[in-house]
């Protein structure tokens, strides 16, 4: 039953969940993974897992899930 379960239920956040195949960590560009502190959606060792597949280090900043909405400018410093 959890084979089947698998494989007929809807998994939107799988790309995120797998390894880079496209080699990211060789990409010629800054990269960063944020996440939030108050996010209710992704748990911290979800966020340090999609980070370290990713190949960078995941930087925390104040905010919710959405912070690219709700802290713009946080969003921006970081990025910059």
Do not use: N
Not at 7 to 20: E, G, K, N, S, W
Not at 47 to 54: E, F, G, L, P, S
């Amino acid at each position: 039953p959890r084979q089947a379960y698998a494989i007929v239920t809807p998994r939107p956040c799988q790309p995120y969940l797998d390894t880079a195949w496209f080699g990211i960590a060789d990409a010629d560009t800054p990269r960063r993974y944020l996440a939030s502190d108050d996010d209710q959606t992704y748990q911290a060792d979800a966020t340090t897992d999609c980070a370290r597949k990713a190949g960078v280090e995941r930087h925390v900043l104040a905010g919710d899930h959405c912070l690219m909405l709700s802290a713009p400018d946080i969003v921006a410093a970081a990025l910059a």
